[in-house]
Structures are given as C-alpha cells and as structure tokens.
C-alpha cells in the first residue's frame, strides 16, 4: 500500500484508535459522501459490533449459512419495530443464543467476520469517497457476546486492501454481482463443465461475497478468476438488492388481523409488461383475493420473501433475469418449496414446459390471460386437500 493510499484514511485510522486509547463505550457512526453508513459498536475500547453497510440482510444471511448452518434463516420473522432497530441483526443472535439456538463460539465469528467484511468495505469507500464520524456515547448493546480490538482489524483491514488492490480489483466491488453477458463467447475459451458452473451462478442474482460462500472460497480468489472475464466484457457486475428477512404483523389487532389475512390467499403476478399486471391485478381481486404485482426482475426475490404469497404467476420472458431462473431461486428458499408457481407464457412449447418443469415450477398458464383460465388456476392449486390456504367459496364465486 502507497503512502497516498494509507493517507485516504488517515482520519479513520487515527478515529478507531481513539476510541481505543480512550477506553470509549457508544457508537460510532461513519457516513461517507455516497450515503452508506457504518455503525460500530464499542464497549471499553472494544468492539462488539458492526452493521450498516450496501447488503446488511445479505451479510447476516451469509454469516449464518457459513457459520450457523442449523438455522433456516427463512423461517426467521421479525417485527416492523425489531426491524428499525440498526443492531437488529445482533439482537437476532442473542435471541437464538438465549434459546440455546446457537452457541458462543459460533456468535464470536459471526460477530469477527462481520466487522472484518464492514471494516474491508470502509477500506474500499474512503478510498474512492470521503468520510464523516460522529461518536455517540449512548450504550446500545447492554450485554456484548464478543470483545475484539480494533488494532486487530485495522491491521487485517490494511493487509486485505492491498491484496485486493495489487490483484487489480481495486474498482471491484465485492458486493455487486457478476451477469453473463457473452455466453457464445465464453464457451470459446472454457471446457463445458467449467462453461455450465458459470450459467448456473454468473446470473447476477449472487454477489461476489456470495458466490464465495457457496464456492467455500474467500471472496479474493472468486473475485481474480472473474476479473479478466470483466475486462474482455463477457460478464458485467450489477448491482442487486439486498434480501430482507419476512416481517410479523405487530399491529395492536393482531390476532384478528392475521386470522382475517389467513384467510384471504395473497396472489403474486412477476411479470414486467405493466398490461398484463394490471389485468391480473383486476381478475383476482375482484375474486376477493389480495394481489401484488412485481415488474421488476431483480427485485421479485425479496419482495417474495417479504410478502410470502401462497401463490406465484411468473412470466417467462424477462429482462435481466427469466422465469426460468427465478423459478430455481425460488424453489431454493425453504418456506417456497411447496408454493404453487405458475408460468405465463405465449410461447407454449414442449422445450418450455420441460424447462419451466426441471426449473421447479407447477403448472403452466398461456397467454393472452383470462379470467376464467386464472381462477381455475388458483383453485385447482389453492384447494387441494394438502393446502394450507384454502379459497373460500365467496371468494371464489365473488
């Protein structure tokens, strides 16, 4: 690392060692000029926690796989409330680890790889951005699991940048998400097996940090492979949502609200021709069914996982992502594996519907839509006797 790169964060470093030479306990807040921000967490002079961040439910649902892989973070439902809080996701460990969900050791690497991803991310800002800290002195997290110095992760954080910036990555974000652009061109240069791994996960719904987990790799070595893929163009990174946790329903009527909503089937339409969502929207609901629309590719995972619909109409032909491979994303998460997904298509082929088939989906539905083809579609797949969501026959008859 250059003198120059060291003095882009001068003040960070010199900040981090204030607060340890001080013994301080509070927060503190980092904010650069792109508007992401930081929160650590000090106790003593140590730190306990780290949030903020571009991915903060990503990170969390990363660390858990990796380090917790007994819990199913897709059963897990916060509150509207729990979800203001900025430590959510640390109070979401002392929950499982007051219900003997998780043990200690595991919550300390939790807790170390979080603030060593965050600390690499502030690394990676203030070289390109400025920065701002602010110390609050409030005491937030009562009863800290983990006491870690910050030398420790300045000095892991300094060894990681420059590894990362002498392999060329430098303007490599690792939390944006590599996109086959040029698939014929690719198959020229790689053997089949290696071109096939690539179409499975080069589809721009995992980030670099992502692609790590699954490959067991660190995110260094994922990120070198791709590198001269990026530069010749055949794969682009793209930035893509994070993907919150469900959120409970924690209105003062509560009870009654949910058993209302229960059941009333809500019915999710993905599909990015704003005709065809409004058409959907008006059969359904005028059946006395709820609706949601999704235009958006990349956003239709988590709006799934927040909304939790009992049923899915998913298009086929999509930019950015197809149904095909929505369909495989979907079928991955635990609480979707039994959720009907129906495909809309114009192009009813036998190829389609052993691809849609393979890719997990339940039925398909041709276009143009019709009232009668879609309501039979949601009963003969919202009345089955394994259903947990039944129509009732007002709704149905409406």
């Known amino acids: 690392m250059t003198q120059e790169e060291l003095m ?12 340890t030479q001080l013994q301080y306990s509070g927060n ?44 199913d973070v ?24 007051k219900k003997q969900k998780i043990q200690r050791e595991q919550i300390n690497t939790v807790v170390e790889n979080t603030i060593a991803e965050l600390f690499f991310d502030l690394a990676q800002e203030a070289h390109f951005t400025s920065v701002t800290c602010h110390r609050s002195q409030q005491v ?6 983990s006491f870690t110095s910050a030398d420790i992760f300045l000095t892991q954080m300094q060894e990681s940048w420059r ?11 690792p939390d944006l998400a590599p996109i086959l652009r040029k698939p014929e061109q690719l198959k020229q240069l790689v053997n089949p097996s290696v071109y096939n791994n690539f179409v499975n996960f080069i589809n ?7 692609l790590a987990i699954k490959m067991k790799q660190n995110v260094l070595p994922v990120g070198r492979s791709l590198l001269p893929y990026i530069l010749k163009g055949i794969i682009e990174l793209v930035e893509v949502p994070d993907l919150p946790l469900a959120v409970l329903d924690t209105t003062q009527n509560h009870t009654v609200a949910k058993s209302k909503s229960a059941s009333i089937p809500l019915i999710a339409c993905i599909d990015d021709s704003p005709q065809v969502c409004k058409i959907m929207e008006e059969i359904i609901t005028s059946n006395g069914l709820r609706f949601i629309k999704i235009q958006d590719a990349v956003q239709a995972l ?13 298009d086929l032909i999509m930019p950015v992502a197809s149904g095909y491979e929505i369909c495989t994303q979907v079928r991955r998460i635990s609480s979707f594996v039994q959720t009907p997904v129906i495909i809309l298509t114009g192009n009813d082929s036998l190829l389609d519907r052993v ?14 839509v019709a009232s009668d083809k879609v309501m039979s579609m949601i009963r003969k797949y919202l009345q089955t006797p394994n259903s947990s969501v039944k129509l009732s026959a007002s709704a149905v008859e409406k």
């Open 140 to 145: 937030i997290l009562e009863m800290p699991m």
């Open 74 to 97: 897709d059963k897990i439902r916060l509150s509207a409330k729990e979800l203001e809080l900025d430590y959510w996701d640390y109070r979401l460990l002392e929950i499982l680890y």
């Open 163 to 173: 590894l990362w910036s002498d392999a060329g990555l430098a303007n490599i974000y």
């Open 204 to 210: 721009g719904n995992y980030t670099l940090r992502d």
């Open 8 to 19: 882009l964060s001068n003040n960070l470093l010199n900040e981090f060692k204030t607060c």
């Open 28 to 71: 503190l807040n980092i904010k650069s000029s792109k508007g992401n921000q930081w929160n650590f967490y000090y106790r003593l002079g140590r730190i306990v926690w780290a949030t903020g961040g571009i991915h903060p439910f990503r990170r969390w649902r990363r660390q858990m796989a990796q380090n917790c892989p007994q819990i």
């Open 355 to 368: 691809r849609a088939k393979v890719a997990g989906s339940t039925d398909f539905l041709t276009k143009p």
């Open 302 to 314: 988590p709006i799934l996982i927040q909304n939790q619909p009992d049923l899915i109409f998913l």
